[in-house]
């Protein structure tokens, strides 16, 4: 490869401090200064615009300016590439709270260019990675039609046009969790059980790869356990998460639920537990919820008898059964579907960072730059 206005070929790289950078300190920003994150999202940046000049950082921010004869842009797009990436990884390594210092940050490796291709590099990457953003936010747009369409589906199907209603309380009961209670006596029978969190229970299914122990009197234990088909409910969230069931399938033997989740148990000759952990996400059950909570300001609540007051649709256990069936199916069609958007989300990322790393690392010609 030969030099482009006589800069050393890439493989000879510099660090962003002095050279690309003059100073990183969290102060007022100018317009043309790089910020980078650097708390535990580290590594977003942003080039401050000019009705930003003056603006002050916050915690977990960077300044970086940069020195005569760089550019912002192309810096901008360096400290986005793969070599960045893989510098700061290794400087966080595996701490708990992985937060960026100011020293490694300083010492990114940064390939060094001429100023005329930096601005080549950056005009190439802004054309190029804009057209795999048009495409990425098309399959972001498609995802959320379908999604659109799930819950219509859902909503027609297991919420009949002119069905009578019984609220929740007449088809189940409902089982309330337990507190972790650091005085709570331990006593000869104690049992050490799994403990689901609200962590755990997430809109339509269970997260179970990080699930603590708890060690409570056999008693109480009887009295939490969850059982195979019970609905799991959670108190607080997103208002428009609100009062949306996973169902229970006995995955942990034995496993107790924290006081902020609530398990629905049906009563089985009335209610159907797919039945109600599908009708939780219809637009009927999400209007219920929405309209009743308690909302706060970055989230809302539920209780024990806003639950039990859920509206529901009066239809035998085999109609309920049979509507689950054909629901299922088109669900499997419509979730095959969010898979293969969700797979070419990934790949047109993963392209995106290889189009910028292999750019500024000088490994594809860019158009209208000598080789």
Same mark, same amino acid.
């Given at each position: 490869?030969?030099?482009?206005?006589?800069?050393?070929?890439?493989?000879?790289?510099?660090?962003?401090?002095?050279?690309?950078?003059?100073?990183?300190?969290?102060?007022?920003?100018?317009?043309?200064?790089?910020?980078?994150?650097?708390?535990?999202?580290?590594?977003? #940046?942003?080039?401050?615009?000019?009705?930003?000049?003056?603006?002050?950082? =916050?915690?977990?921010?960077?300044?970086?300016?940069?020195?005569?004869?760089?550019?912002?842009?192309?810096?901008?797009?360096? %400290?986005? *590439?793969?070599?960045?990436?893989?510098?700061?990884?290794?400087?966080?390594?595996?701490?708990?709270?992985?937060?960026?210092?100011?020293?490694?940050?300083?010492? @990114?490796?940064?390939?060094?260019?001429?100023?005329?291709?930096?601005?080549?590099?950056?005009?190439?990457?802004?054309?190029?990675?804009?057209?795999?953003?048009?495409?990425?936010?098309?399959?972001?747009?498609?995802?959320?039609?379908?999604?659109?369409?799930?819950?219509?589906?859902?909503?027609?199907?297991?919420?009949?046009?002119?069905?009578?209603?019984?609220?929740?309380?007449?088809?189940?009961?409902?089982? *309330?969790?337990?507190? #972790?209670?650091?005085?709570?006596?331990?006593?000869?029978?104690?049992?050490?059980?799994?403990?689901?969190?609200?962590?755990?229970?997430?809109?339509?299914?269970?997260?179970?790869?990080?699930?603590?122990?708890?060690?409570?009197?056999?008693?109480?234990?009887?009295?939490?356990?969850?059982?195979?088909?019970?609905?799991?409910?959670?108190?607080?969230?997103?208002?428009?998460?609100?009062?949306?069931?996973?169902?229970?399938?006995?995955?942990?033997?034995?496993?107790?639920?924290?006081?902020?989740?609530?398990?629905?148990?049906? %009563?089985?000759?009335?209610?159907?537990?797919?039945?109600?952990?599908?009708? =939780?996400?219809?637009?009927?059950?999400?209007?219920?919820?929405?309209?009743?909570?308690?909302? @706060?300001?970055?989230?809302?609540?539920?209780?024990?008898?806003?639950?039990? *007051?859920?509206?529901?649709?009066?239809?035998?256990?085999?109609?309920?059964? =049979?509507?689950?069936?054909?629901?299922?199916?088109?669900?499997?069609?419509?979730?095959?579907?969010?898979?293969?958007?969700? *797979?070419?989300?990934?790949?047109?990322?993963?392209?995106?960072?290889?189009?910028?790393?292999?750019?500024? @690392?000088?490994?594809?010609?860019?158009?209208?730059?000598?080789?």
């Amino acid at each position: 490869m030969s030099d482009f206005g006589g800069v050393p070929d890439p493989s000879s790289l510099l660090h962003t401090s002095p050279e690309i950078a003059s100073a990183y300190r969290r102060s007022s920003v100018r317009s043309g200064d790089v910020v980078v994150s650097i708390g535990p999202s580290f590594g977003k #940046v942003m080039i401050v615009p000019p009705e930003l000049e003056g603006a002050n950082l =916050t915690q977990g921010t960077a300044r970086v300016a940069p020195s005569r004869g760089a550019s912002p842009r192309y810096l901008y797009w360096a %400290l986005q *590439s793969r070599l960045a990436v893989a510098h700061w990884d290794a400087a966080v390594g595996g701490a708990t709270f992985r937060a960026l210092n100011l020293g490694p940050l300083g010492e @990114t490796p940064v390939p060094v260019w001429s100023l005329p291709r930096q601005q080549s590099i950056a005009d190439y990457l802004d054309t190029e990675t804009a057209r795999i953003d048009s495409i990425v936010a098309a399959r972001s747009s498609q995802a959320a039609l379908v999604e659109e369409r799930r819950v219509s589906m859902l909503s027609r199907l297991l919420v009949p046009e002119g069905a009578a209603f019984l609220p929740l309380r007449r088809l189940a009961v409902i089982q *309330s969790g337990l507190t #972790v209670d650091a005085l709570r006596e331990v006593t000869e029978d104690a049992v050490t059980r799994p403990y689901l969190r609200v962590a755990n229970v997430q809109p339509g299914r269970l997260e179970l790869d990080s699930v603590t122990e708890i060690t409570v009197p056999s008693g109480l234990a009887e009295r939490c356990t969850l059982r195979d088909g019970d609905v799991l409910m959670t108190e607080g969230g997103d208002l428009d998460k609100l009062g949306r069931g996973a169902i229970w399938r006995g995955e942990l033997p034995g496993a107790l639920h924290q006081n902020h989740i609530f398990a629905v148990r049906p %009563l089985p000759e009335l209610l159907d537990p797919e039945y109600l952990g599908l009708l =939780t996400q219809t637009a009927h059950a999400r209007a219920y919820f929405e309209s009743t909570g308690v909302k @706060t300001t970055n989230l809302a609540s539920t209780n024990r008898e806003k639950i039990m *007051s859920l509206p529901i649709p009066r239809l035998s256990v085999l109609d309920q059964r =049979t509507r689950v069936a054909e629901a299922r199916a088109r669900l499997d069609r419509m979730t095959a579907f969010q898979g293969c958007l969700r *797979s070419q989300a990934d790949l047109l990322h993963e392209r995106r960072q290889a189009l910028v790393t292999a750019s500024v @690392t000088g490994q594809i010609e860019i158009p209208g730059v000598a080789a």
